[in-house]
């Protein structure tokens, strides 16, 4: 009889063992007669009653549905308490697609997806099949199959599927079947239980959401996070149960807990020696602060898988209890190598822009004092080439002077001649005379002569200050044209020092 066929009928309570015993040997003793009779052997009891032989199969047989009827109240408690529903199906010669293959489904397997009778849910296997969701329904059909003709029986059927309800939603269901099968190991009848298991895959597929978006948020982020469990509130238990993120290993180039194993040691053995111990202070003191006011914040080094030391800012927060005891300390870690390394270069940065600072103002100062040394010397160029114009006025009066000199000294020499020879004509009486006025022709002659060399002197006076006059205009000029040059350069100087101050204060701000 069926497995599920087994369950129908009243709720009636079973024989007790002794009327079943007395039927089972009344009826023992019925066939032993009458095996007797059919090999001629004496029979005693061939005047038996055959009704009386009748009615012992009737009541043996009540007996077993009796007892159907309480297992099958009992199947039912349990298959409730478990909330699963059965099916079975028998196999035709061997041929798990024999379309005389007889299934049937449980009316607990009905009311899971929403029906509710053998009218309303055919026993057929189009019923279900018809049921399962496009993207399951091959591969669970396939794992039926190769389960079904697997006659060495090791292929397990055990598979999570969604099935489509009466009211047109997909739910989860887990179902599991096994086969009894002929000494061939050809299948003769194989039977199953369907599980509904929608809210639990629900709640499992949101939480693998949150593992997956949690993991991408992780690789997302710069920080590294880590845990750590602490028991009896012991800070070094070597018991602690630590966890290091992947994301964590990752940032220091490990793959897997194999590689970097969720022990303390695995991250204390990378710390730089100088760091080592202050490190480790720091994170005991924050965990041994009970008030909580002790910050786990510190940047030290690690070393990466490779071999290279990189410099890592670490910060943590602590769990505890009423009295301050530490139950849980996580916190994550950020690289902060480039940053660290950019403030160093910044530092050297900052030094040489203070010594270019320092260099142009040196060259400002410096220009400024030629700019006033060009400025002071075209002021006595001015006042020189002023002097020498006097000069030059005054000897052009020199000049007239002399030619003052020289007419009077003509004339004179005139003179002297007219009395020379006035002299003569006055014979014995003009010989004084005549020595007076030969003395004065000599002294007009001495005064020409001095003139014409202060003539010959003032002419080449005049022509040197002239030079000296040209030579001061020229240095006027490339004068003028250094005191513009160097306000050019004065200029061009304190830009590139404007310039520098910005950079440095750019600098200084990053």
Known sequence: MPILNKFKGSSAKAATPQSEGQLINSLRQYVERAERREEGQSDTYSNADPDELQSLLTRLTSVIHKREDHYRVRLNMITEAIEVALWEMDVYEGDPVNPHNEFRWSNE????????????????????????????????????ADHMLDRTGTIKYDIEYRLLTKAGQYKW????????????????????????IHD???????LNALVVRYDLVNRALVEAPWDMTVLAGDPVNPNNEFWWSEQFRRTIGFEGEHDFPNLL???????HPEDLQ?????FANHLNDYTGQTDYKVTYRLRSKNGEYRWYHAGGETIRDEQGVPLRVAGTIRDVTHEINKEEIIRRVNLQMEGLLSAISEIVQ???????????????QEQSHKAATEVKVKANETKEITQFISEVSNQTSLLGLNASIEAAHAGEYGRGFSIVATEVRKLADHSKTASNSIEKT??????????????????????EAQAALTEEVNASVEEVSTMSEELLSILRTL
């Open 173 to 196: 269901f887990q179902a599991t079947g096994t086969t009894v099968r002929a000494a061939d190991g050809s299948p003769i009848m194989v039977a199953g239980a369907l599980l509904d």
């Open 265 to 271: 040691s695995s991250w204390s053995n990378q710390l």
């Open 278 to 282: 202050p490190t480790l202070d720091a």
């Open 458 to 479: 003032m002419q080449e006076m005049n022509e040197r200050i002239d030079h000296i006059l040209t030579k001061i205009n020229s240095m006027s000029s490339l004068t």
């Open 366 to 380: 410096g220009i400024v004092s030629v700019t006033e040394q060009a400025q002071d010397m075209l002021e006595v």
């Open 200 to 206: 639990t895959k629900t709640k499992q597929d949101e």
């Open 109 to 144: 397997l009905r009311r899971m997806i929403g029906y509710t009778d053998e009218h309303d849910f055919p026993d057929v296997l189009e019923s279900w099949s018809n049921c399962l969701h496009p993207e399951d329904k091959a591969g669970v059909l396939q794992l039926f």
